[in-house]
Protein backbone atom coordinates (compact mmCIF):
# COMPACT_ATOMS: atom_id res chain seq x y z
CA UNK A 1 0.00 0.00 0.00
CA UNK A 2 1.72 3.40 -1.34
CA UNK A 3 0.99 6.16 0.93
CA UNK A 4 0.13 9.43 -0.57
CA UNK A 5 0.46 12.85 0.83
CA UNK A 6 -1.37 15.54 -1.40
CA UNK A 7 -0.17 19.19 -1.30
CA UNK A 8 -2.23 22.13 -3.48
CA UNK A 9 -0.45 25.14 -3.62
CA UNK A 10 -2.40 28.71 -4.36
CA UNK A 11 -3.14 31.71 -2.33
CA UNK A 12 -6.58 31.43 -4.72
CA UNK A 13 -7.11 28.17 -2.75
CA UNK A 14 -7.21 29.92 0.73
CA UNK A 15 -9.08 33.17 0.20
CA UNK A 16 -11.75 31.25 -1.08
CA UNK A 17 -11.85 32.45 -4.92
CA UNK A 18 -10.94 29.15 -6.14
CA UNK A 19 -12.27 25.61 -4.71
CA UNK A 20 -9.53 22.96 -4.59
CA UNK A 21 -11.20 20.64 -6.82
CA UNK A 22 -7.94 19.02 -7.71
CA UNK A 23 -7.06 17.30 -4.77
CA UNK A 24 -10.44 15.47 -3.79
CA UNK A 25 -10.92 14.03 -7.78
CA UNK A 26 -7.00 12.79 -6.71
CA UNK A 27 -8.56 11.39 -3.92
CA UNK A 28 -11.62 9.96 -5.55
CA UNK A 29 -8.90 8.45 -8.36
CA UNK A 30 -6.27 6.92 -5.82
CA UNK A 31 -10.09 4.77 -4.05
CA UNK A 32 -9.30 2.20 -7.05
CA UNK A 33 -5.46 1.75 -6.60
CA UNK A 34 -3.38 0.32 -3.96
CA UNK A 35 -2.98 3.89 -2.39
CA UNK A 36 -3.87 5.65 0.90
CA UNK A 37 -4.12 9.24 0.70
CA UNK A 38 -2.95 9.65 4.56
CA UNK A 39 -2.73 13.79 4.22
CA UNK A 40 -3.87 16.54 1.86
CA UNK A 41 -2.40 20.25 2.75
CA UNK A 42 -3.12 23.43 1.15
CA UNK A 43 -0.89 26.07 1.00
CA UNK A 44 -0.33 29.44 -0.32
CA UNK A 45 2.28 30.49 -3.10
CA UNK A 46 5.22 31.49 -0.78
CA UNK A 47 8.92 29.87 -0.65
CA UNK A 48 9.35 29.66 2.71
CA UNK A 49 5.89 28.05 3.22
CA UNK A 50 6.27 25.52 -0.16
CA UNK A 51 10.02 24.99 1.46
CA UNK A 52 9.17 24.06 4.93
CA UNK A 53 6.06 22.10 4.09
CA UNK A 54 7.99 19.70 1.50
CA UNK A 55 10.55 19.00 3.95
CA UNK A 56 7.94 18.15 6.79
CA UNK A 57 5.98 15.85 4.51
CA UNK A 58 9.87 14.46 3.01
CA UNK A 59 10.54 13.49 7.35
CA UNK A 60 7.23 11.82 6.98
CA UNK A 61 8.46 8.94 4.58
CA UNK A 62 5.57 8.89 2.31
CA UNK A 63 6.10 7.31 -0.84
CA UNK A 64 4.25 9.92 -2.91
CA UNK A 65 3.55 13.51 -3.05
CA UNK A 66 1.37 15.04 -5.47
CA UNK A 67 1.72 18.82 -5.69
CA UNK A 68 -0.29 20.81 -7.96
CA UNK A 69 -0.60 24.27 -8.40
CA UNK A 70 2.07 26.96 -8.64
CA UNK A 71 3.21 25.96 -12.72
CA UNK A 72 2.00 29.03 -14.49
CA UNK A 73 3.96 31.86 -16.19
CA UNK A 74 3.34 34.91 -13.80
CA UNK A 75 4.96 35.92 -10.84
CA UNK A 76 3.53 34.06 -8.11
CA UNK A 77 3.71 30.72 -9.79
CA UNK A 78 6.63 29.55 -7.97
CA UNK A 79 6.57 25.55 -7.28
CA UNK A 80 9.51 24.55 -9.56
CA UNK A 81 11.74 27.25 -8.30
CA UNK A 82 11.25 26.85 -4.70
CA UNK A 83 11.70 23.30 -4.95
CA UNK A 84 15.46 24.22 -7.06
CA UNK A 85 15.92 26.31 -4.11
CA UNK A 86 15.05 23.56 -1.21
CA UNK A 87 17.53 20.90 -3.07
CA UNK A 88 20.13 23.56 -3.77
CA UNK A 89 19.83 22.81 -7.65
CA UNK A 90 20.05 24.53 -10.85
CA UNK A 91 16.92 24.69 -13.16
CA UNK A 92 17.45 23.37 -16.90
CA UNK A 93 15.24 23.98 -19.98
CA UNK A 94 13.26 20.87 -21.68
CA UNK A 95 14.40 21.10 -25.28
CA UNK A 96 11.38 19.58 -26.53
CA UNK A 97 8.75 21.33 -24.30
CA UNK A 98 9.82 24.68 -26.14
CA UNK A 99 10.27 22.97 -29.52
CA UNK A 100 6.40 22.01 -28.78
CA UNK A 101 5.65 25.76 -27.62
CA UNK A 102 6.94 27.30 -30.06
CA UNK A 103 4.72 25.40 -32.47
CA UNK A 104 1.86 26.78 -30.51
CA UNK A 105 3.28 30.26 -30.89
CA UNK A 106 4.94 30.61 -34.18
CA UNK A 107 7.58 32.76 -35.07
CA UNK A 108 5.23 35.82 -36.26
CA UNK A 109 3.18 36.09 -33.52
CA UNK A 110 6.38 35.86 -30.71
CA UNK A 111 8.31 38.70 -28.72
CA UNK A 112 10.17 38.88 -26.43
CA UNK A 113 7.61 38.43 -23.60
CA UNK A 114 6.15 34.97 -25.10
CA UNK A 115 9.90 33.52 -25.79
CA UNK A 116 10.48 34.47 -21.82
CA UNK A 117 7.09 32.38 -21.15
CA UNK A 118 8.17 29.69 -23.39
CA UNK A 119 11.55 29.40 -21.52
CA UNK A 120 9.86 29.91 -17.91
CA UNK A 121 7.30 26.88 -18.83
CA UNK A 122 9.85 24.82 -20.38
CA UNK A 123 11.98 24.93 -16.80
CA UNK A 124 12.54 21.90 -14.77
CA UNK A 125 14.91 20.92 -11.54
CA UNK A 126 17.83 18.92 -12.07
CA UNK A 127 17.27 15.35 -11.34
CA UNK A 128 13.72 15.61 -12.47
CA UNK A 129 12.49 14.60 -15.46
CA UNK A 130 9.10 16.03 -17.93
CA UNK A 131 5.90 14.70 -17.49
CA UNK A 132 4.31 16.25 -21.09
CA UNK A 133 1.34 18.41 -20.35
CA UNK A 134 -0.20 18.46 -24.32
CA UNK A 135 -3.51 20.43 -22.71
CA UNK A 136 -1.29 23.43 -21.90
CA UNK A 137 1.71 25.31 -21.59
CA UNK A 138 3.08 24.12 -17.79
CA UNK A 139 5.22 21.37 -18.10
CA UNK A 140 5.19 19.07 -15.38
CA UNK A 141 7.78 16.62 -13.44
CA UNK A 142 8.90 14.17 -11.47
CA UNK A 143 11.37 13.27 -9.35
CA UNK A 144 12.77 11.87 -5.56
CA UNK A 145 13.76 13.29 -2.92
CA UNK A 146 14.82 10.62 -0.10
CA UNK A 147 12.31 7.90 -0.25
CA UNK A 148 9.13 9.60 -1.58
CA UNK A 149 8.63 10.19 -5.19
CA UNK A 150 7.17 13.71 -6.49
CA UNK A 151 4.73 14.45 -9.01
CA UNK A 152 4.52 18.36 -9.74
CA UNK A 153 1.35 18.82 -11.79
CA UNK A 154 -0.21 21.87 -13.17
CA UNK A 155 -3.35 23.41 -11.59
CA UNK A 156 -5.10 23.44 -13.83
CA UNK A 157 -8.03 20.97 -13.22
CA UNK A 158 -8.41 19.39 -16.77
CA UNK A 159 -4.33 19.49 -17.82
CA UNK A 160 -3.69 17.90 -14.29
CA UNK A 161 -6.77 15.16 -14.42
CA UNK A 162 -5.51 14.40 -17.61
CA UNK A 163 -1.18 13.88 -17.12
CA UNK A 164 -2.75 11.76 -13.92
CA UNK A 165 -4.80 9.53 -15.99
CA UNK A 166 -1.94 9.20 -18.71
CA UNK A 167 1.41 9.19 -16.70
CA UNK A 168 0.72 8.52 -13.25
CA UNK A 169 -1.96 6.09 -13.33
CA UNK A 170 0.01 3.08 -15.53
CA UNK A 171 3.15 3.82 -14.46
CA UNK A 172 2.91 4.02 -10.97
CA UNK A 173 -0.40 2.45 -9.58
CA UNK A 174 -1.62 -0.81 -9.53
CA UNK A 175 -5.39 -1.73 -8.63
CA UNK A 176 -5.92 -2.48 -5.40
CA UNK A 177 -6.63 -5.98 -4.57
CA UNK A 178 -8.29 -5.07 -0.89
CA UNK A 179 -11.90 -4.89 -0.35
CA UNK A 180 -14.21 -2.02 1.50
CA UNK A 181 -17.58 -2.28 2.13
CA UNK A 182 -20.30 0.93 3.20
CA UNK A 183 -23.18 -0.70 5.76
CA UNK A 184 -25.90 2.06 6.12
CA UNK A 185 -27.88 2.41 9.64
CA UNK A 186 -30.61 4.70 10.07
CA UNK A 187 -32.58 5.32 13.94
CA UNK A 188 -29.20 5.10 15.53
CA UNK A 189 -26.80 7.86 16.81
CA UNK A 190 -22.72 7.80 15.66
CA UNK A 191 -22.19 7.53 19.55
CA UNK A 192 -24.74 4.89 20.08
CA UNK A 193 -23.21 2.73 17.06
CA UNK A 194 -19.66 3.01 17.94
CA UNK A 195 -20.17 1.35 21.52
CA UNK A 196 -21.94 -1.45 19.95
CA UNK A 197 -19.49 -1.65 18.11
CA UNK A 198 -16.28 -1.09 19.90
CA UNK A 199 -15.03 -4.53 20.71
CA UNK A 200 -15.35 -5.56 17.14
CA UNK A 201 -13.50 -2.42 16.26
CA UNK A 202 -10.52 -3.19 18.75
CA UNK A 203 -10.59 -6.87 18.17
CA UNK A 204 -9.90 -6.29 14.18
CA UNK A 205 -6.60 -3.87 13.45
CA UNK A 206 -5.68 -4.79 10.22
CA UNK A 207 -9.47 -3.21 9.02
CA UNK A 208 -10.42 0.20 8.98
CA UNK A 209 -13.58 1.50 10.75
CA UNK A 210 -14.81 4.83 9.53
CA UNK A 211 -18.03 6.30 10.60
CA UNK A 212 -20.03 9.06 8.42
CA UNK A 213 -23.07 10.72 9.87
CA UNK A 214 -25.35 11.99 7.53
CA UNK A 215 -29.11 13.03 7.26
CA UNK A 216 -30.67 9.79 6.93
CA UNK A 217 -28.49 8.05 9.14
CA UNK A 218 -24.65 6.24 9.63
CA UNK A 219 -23.01 4.92 7.32
CA UNK A 220 -19.91 2.36 8.77
CA UNK A 221 -17.28 1.69 6.26
CA UNK A 222 -14.87 -0.82 6.39
CA UNK A 223 -11.46 -1.08 4.62
CA UNK A 224 -8.74 -4.06 4.90
CA UNK A 225 -5.88 -2.67 5.31
CA UNK A 226 -3.59 -5.39 4.63
CA UNK A 227 -4.78 -8.36 2.01
CA UNK A 228 -5.09 -11.27 4.40
CA UNK A 229 -7.19 -9.46 6.56
CA UNK A 230 -10.95 -10.66 5.41
CA UNK A 231 -13.92 -8.39 6.42
CA UNK A 232 -16.06 -11.67 5.92
CA UNK A 233 -14.30 -13.10 9.10
CA UNK A 234 -15.62 -10.50 11.35
CA UNK A 235 -18.50 -12.03 13.66
Known amino acids: MKLVCIL ?8 GSTIDTNSQWIKEQLRNFNANVVKSIIIPDNQSSIISTINSIIDESFDFLIITGGLGPTHDDITKESISTLLGKDMYIDSEHVKYLKSIYPSTYRNKKIDCMIKSQAMLVNSFKPIENNLGTALGMVGKIEDTKL ?7 L ?45 NSKLKFSFLPHFYGVNLRMSELEVESSIGQIE
Do not use: H
Open 159 to 203: EMRRIFKDYIIPNYLSESSLETFTFRTSGISESKLYLLLEDIINE
Open 151 to 157: FVLPGVP
Open 8 to 15: AIGDELLN
